[in-house]
């Protein structure tokens, strides 16, 4: 079971974004596997930079007995 999806904070200027993944804890049972799906499924995290201040932040894991919850927020700083 893998979810994955993408929330618009901001639904009107579209400038900050939630991308979130959820797979079940038996795919992923341990950090080592964390890390790969991090890899495979997000960007890199940065600090803001351009004249606008484009950031990523860092991924952002939750776990409980059946499920892990990976999210990592982006956009643009106003």
Do not use: Y
Request: charged fraction near 25%.
């Amino acid at each position: 079971m893998i979810t994955r999806g993408t929330k618009f904070m901001d639904p009107v200027l579209e400038t900050n974004q939630l991308d979130w993944l959820v797979v079940a804890s038996e795919e992923c049972p341990d950090t080592a596997s964390e890390q790969q799906l991090v890899a495979r499924h997000f960007r890199i995290p940065h600090q803001p930079w351009g004249s606008r201040g484009a950031f990523v932040t860092t991924v952002v894991i939750r776990r409980s007995r059946r499920r892990v919850l990976f999210r990592q927020e982006s956009g643009i700083d106003p």
